[in-house]
């Protein structure tokens, strides 16, 4: 079992942050968020999935959900140093050492009816969206947790504008790990559809 998420200490400051943080954005016009309905308006059991171009990607989408979530997750590494350990810990970032205590973290969480992020490239791409594992597909077969697709723009290099989260409507995977992989990227790609500008749509990554 990894080392838990969900403390109170970090919790609190995280909920510090994250106010002034959305005051900010609110001010400076720096955040839109597009299918905002889609969101969960409270915390319960539910995937978000994410494109991830940049580490700033999770304090936009923590800026942009309303109830708490666990970004699920981050190599050990970047636990080990006390800086980045302490930043990680604020954001509410789970420990990834290997794809079953991967798996069996998200669904003890799913199950517990705490809401996760999972990035299913599972590494960040600045450059473009990379090829996606089956990690974040055999968290939402074995939970039955209902998945919320996003991409966020302006984090991935040539993007240019203003910094858009666009959210697309629940639902529920069906099929085997490959199929619900693909189907998590062409939402994922809808998504997108819906945020980048008019010159670039015609761009693939």
């Known amino acids: 079992m990894t080392p838990p998420v969900n403390h109170p ?15 900010w954005l ?6 839109a968020v597009l299918g ?7 915390r319960r059991g539910c995937m978000l999935i994410a494109n991830h171009a940049a580490f700033i990607d999770s304090v936009y989408i923590i800026a942009a959900v309303r109830p708490r979530f666990t970004i699920c997750g981050a190599k050990p590494k970047y636990f080990e140093k006390p800086l980045s350990g302490f930043l990680f810990r604020t ?3 789970m420990k990834v050492t ?7 973290d998200c669904v003890r969480l799913l199950a517990a009816g705490e809401a996760i992020l999972i ?11 990379g090829p996606f594992t089956t990690w974040a597909a ?3 077969l074995e939970s039955g947790a209902p998945v919320i697709p996003l991409y966020l723009y302006g984090t991935t290099q040539g993007d240019t504008g203003r910094k858009t989260l666009a959210a697309g409507p629940p639902f529920t995977p069906s099929g085997d790990r490959e199929a619900v992989t693909a189907e998590f990227r062409r939402r994922i790609l ?3 559809e819906l945020v980048r500008p008019p010159e670039v749509k015609g761009r693939t990554q």
Not at 13 to 20: C, I, Q, Y
Not at 98 to 104: H, I, R, S, T, Y
């Open 9 to 23: 200490f970090f919790l609190g400051l995280r909920l510090l942050l994250k106010t002034l943080v959305r005051a």
């Open 26 to 31: 609110r001010i400076s016009r720096g955040l």
């Open 36 to 42: 905002r309905e889609h969101l969960p308006a409270r």
């Open 91 to 93: 954001a509410n970032i």
């Open 98 to 104: 290997g794809e079953d205590q991967f798996l069996a």
């Open 119 to 129: 990035y299913p490239e599972m590494g960040r791409n600045p450059a473009g969206m």
């Open 138 to 140: 055999r968290v939402a």
């Open 190 to 192: 809808a998504c997108r």
